[in-house]
C-alpha cells in the first residue's frame, strides 16, 4: 500500500493525459511521490489506451485559436526535443473544406505570428497536387483544399513507450493494478484507489486520467459512497471508432510513400470528419470510419453510463462486419473505386472519452478535495502530448490560465454541454452497428 504524503501524487492511466502529466510533474518536483497506474503494461504489445496506436495526427489546424496555439506549442517540441523528435513526420495534410475552416486556420496562424507553408487551394488545382493521389476523392459540397505543409503525424505508440520509459528513469512509479473505485478519508476527501485485487494506493492528490473508463469509474464510486455528485453525468461520454490498415506492394507504396495526411471536412449533420494517414514503414496505410458511437450499458442496477465492452482489451479487436464496411466507405471517399478490391487488416476498435463541445477537462472535481480530472481526448488530443501535462500541473497548482480554466472546467455552463455543432460528438450506439444474428433454420 503506498502511503500519502503532502506531495503524493496519483495518476489513473497511463495515455498521453497521464504520461505528460507525470512528466511535468517528475520535473517540476523530483523528490515528490508519483505514481502511474494503468491496466496494462506500458510496453505491451496491444494496450486500451486511446494514444496506444501505430500512429496520431500531429496539426495545429484548428478553427479554435487556443487549440491551434496549444498544438503549435507542442508541435515546437515534436519538432525540437530529442525525446519527441524521432516520433514525428512532417509530411503536411490535406483537408477537402466544405466551410471557411481553411481560412479560419489560415487567420489563427496570422494572429498568433505564426509563419507556415500553409494555403488554400482551388479544387482543381489540389486535385492535380501529390501525383494526383486524391484524384478520386469525394469533392462534394467541397469549397476548397487547405494544404499545411508543417503538419503530419508521429508514431504514437512508440512515442508513449518512448516518454513512459523516461518518466520511470525520471522516477515516476509505474504500476500495473485494475482500478475498482475511488476511495476517501474521514473527512471525505478522495485519498487514492481500490484496485480489483483489494489493494488501497493512496496519495495526497489523485488526478484522473482514464479516458473512456471515466464515466464507469465514477458512477462505481458514486453507488460505493453515496457521493452522487462524484457522477460524470453529461459531461462525459464514452465513444469509439473503427480503424483499418492496408498493406500496400512495391509499385502502390511508391505512390503513397510521399503522402500527407488527408482529411474529409463535414459539418455536425453529415458526421465526423474522416482521416487517411500516410503508409508506416512496414507499407501499412491506415484511416478511420465515419461513424463514432457509444454504448450505452447498465453499468450497475439501475445505472446506466456509455463504457467500452467489459472485456480486459475492450474487445477492441472484434469489429463487425457493419464497422468493416464504415471503415471501408472512409477509403473510398479518399481514393475511389480502387480501394474495394484491398485486403483490410488490423482491424480495430479505439476508444476515447468525449465532451460534448470536444474541449478537454481539466479541472479539479468539484465534488471531492484532492480529486482532479485531466481526460477527454475527444480523438483529438494526441498532438498535445508534449505539452498537455505542463498545463495539468499548472491546474494542479491554481496557476492555470483563468481562460483555460473555464474552457475545460469540470462544472460546465449549458454552452459547453451543448453537442449540436460538434461532428466528432458519438451519435450512434456500438448496438447499431453490430451485425445482425444469422437467421434460424426451420
Given at each position: 500500500m503506498t502511503t500519502t504524503s503532502t506531495d503524493s501524487y496519483l495518476i489513473l492511466g497511463a495515455g498521453i493525459f497521464g504520461v505528460s502529466t507525470a512528466y511535468y510533474l517528475i520535473k517540476a518536483h523530483p523528490h515528490a511521490s508519483v505514481t502511474l497506474v494503468d491496466r496494462d503494461a506500458f510496453d505491451a504489445d496491444s494496450r486500451v489506451a486511446a494514444s496506444w496506436d501505430w500512429n496520431k495526427v500531429v496539426r495545429a489546424d484548428y478553427a479554435d485559436i487556443d487549440y491551434c496555439a496549444l498544438a503549435l506549442e507542442a508541435?515546437?517540441?515534436?519538432?525540437?526535443?530529442?525525446?519527441?523528435?524521432?516520433?514525428?513526420?512532417?509530411?503536411?495534410?490535406?483537408?477537402?473544406?466544405?466551410?471557411?475552416?481553411?481560412?479560419?486556420?489560415?487567420?489563427?496562424?496570422?494572429?498568433?505570428?505564426?509563419?507556415?507553408?500553409?494555403?488554400?487551394?482551388?479544387?482543381?488545382?489540389?486535385?492535380?497536387?501529390?501525383?494526383?493521389?486524391?484524384?478520386?476523392?469525394?469533392?462534394?459540397d467541397a469549397k476548397e483544399v487547405l494544404i499545411n505543409k508543417t503538419s503530419g503525424w508521429a508514431a504514437a505508440g512508440d512515442c508513449l513507450r518512448a516518454v513512459t520509459r523516461?518518466?520511470?528513469?525520471?522516477?515516476?512509479?509505474?504500476?500495473?493494478?485494475?482500478?475498482?473505485?475511488?476511495?476517501?478519508?474521514?473527512?471525505?476527501?478522495?485519498?487514492?484507489?481500490?484496485?480489483?485485487?483489494?489493494?488501497?494506493?493512496?496519495?495526497?492528490?489523485?488526478?484522473?486520467?482514464?479516458?473512456?473508463?471515466?464515466?464507469?469509474?465514477?458512477?462505481?464510486?458514486?453507488?460505493?459512497?453515496?457521493?452522487?455528485?462524484?457522477r460524470a453525468g453529461p459531461r462525459i461520454v464514452a465513444g469509439g471508432i473503427a480503424t483499418g490498415m492496408v498493406t500496400l506492394d512495391e509499385k502502390s507504396y511508391e505512390k503513397f510513400a510521399a503522402m500527407p495526411v488527408g482529411f474529409q471536412g463535414y459539418s455536425a449533420d453529415k458526421g465526423p470528419f474522416l482521416g487517411t494517414l500516410p503508409p508506416t514503414p512496414e507499407k501499412k496505410l491506415k484511416w478511420w470510419g465515419r461513424t463514432i458511437f457509444s454504448n450505452t450499458?447498465?453499468?450497475?442496477?439501475?445505472?446506466?453510463?456509455?463504457?467500452?465492452?467489459?472485456?480486459?482489451?475492450?474487445?477492441?479487436?472484434?469489429?463487425?462486419?457493419?464497422?468493416?464496411?464504415?471503415?471501408?466507405?472512409?477509403?473510398?471517399?479518399?481514393?475511389?473505386?480502387?480501394?474495394?478490391?484491398?485486403?483490410?487488416?488490423?482491424?480495430?476498435?479505439?476508444?476515447?472519452?468525449?465532451?460534448?463541445?470536444?474541449?478537454?477537462?481539466?479541472?479539479?472535481?468539484?465534488?471531492?478535495?484532492?480529486?482532479?480530472?485531466?481526460?477527454?481526448?475527444?480523438?483529438?488530443?494526441?498532438?498535445?502530448?508534449?505539452?498537455?501535462?505542463?498545463?495539468?500541473?499548472?491546474?494542479?497548482?491554481?496557476?492555470?490560465?483563468?481562460?483555460?480554466?473555464?474552457k475545460w472546467a469540470w462544472d460546465r455552463t449549458a454552452e459547453q454541454l451543448d453537442s449540436t455543432t460538434n461532428p466528432e460528438f458519438p451519435r450512434s450506439e456500438l448496438s447499431d452497428m453490430l451485425d445482425a444474428p444469422p437467421a434460424a433454420k426451420l
Open positions: 508541435q515546437d517540441i515534436f519538432n525540437n526535443d530529442p525525446l519527441w523528435r524521432p516520433y514525428f513526420h512532417e509530411t503536411g495534410v490535406y483537408w477537402v473544406c466544405r466551410d471557411d475552416y481553411a481560412q479560419e486556420v489560415v487567420n489563427n496562424y496570422k494572429k498568433l505570428g505564426r509563419k507556415a507553408e500553409l494555403a488554400a487551394f482551388p479544387l482543381e488545382e489540389s486535385r492535380k497536387m501529390y501525383g494526383g493521389l486524391f484524384e478520386q476523392a469525394d469533392y462534394t523516461e518518466i520511470i528513469r525520471l522516477g515516476v512509479q509505474y504500476v500495473q493494478a485494475d482500478v475498482e473505485r475511488l476511495v476517501f478519508d474521514e473527512a471525505r476527501d478522495c485519498s487514492g484507489v481500490q484496485t480489483k485485487s483489494g489493494e488501497n494506493i493512496l496519495a495526497s492528490r489523485v488526478i484522473l486520467s482514464t479516458g473512456a473508463f471515466t464515466a464507469k469509474l465514477l458512477e462505481a464510486t458514486a453507488a460505493a459512497t453515496g457521493k452522487e455528485d462524484l450499458q447498465e453499468v450497475l442496477p439501475g445505472r446506466f453510463v456509455s463504457a467500452p465492452p467489459t472485456d480486459q482489451d475492450y474487445a477492441q479487436w472484434k469489429v463487425s462486419q457493419k464497422l468493416q464496411d464504415d471503415v471501408r466507405y472512409s477509403a473510398r471517399m479518399f481514393y475511389g473505386a480502387p480501394t474495394a478490391t484491398w485486403k483490410m487488416e488490423k482491424l480495430r476498435i479505439c476508444w476515447d472519452a468525449f465532451t460534448p463541445t470536444g474541449d478537454f477537462i481539466v479541472s479539479p472535481h468539484s465534488a471531492a478535495k484532492g480529486l482532479y480530472v485531466a481526460t477527454c481526448g475527444s480523438f483529438h488530443g494526441f498532438k498535445f502530448f508534449p505539452v498537455i501535462g505542463k498545463y495539468v500541473v499548472q491546474m494542479l497548482e491554481g496557476q492555470l490560465d483563468p481562460h483555460l480554466q473555464q
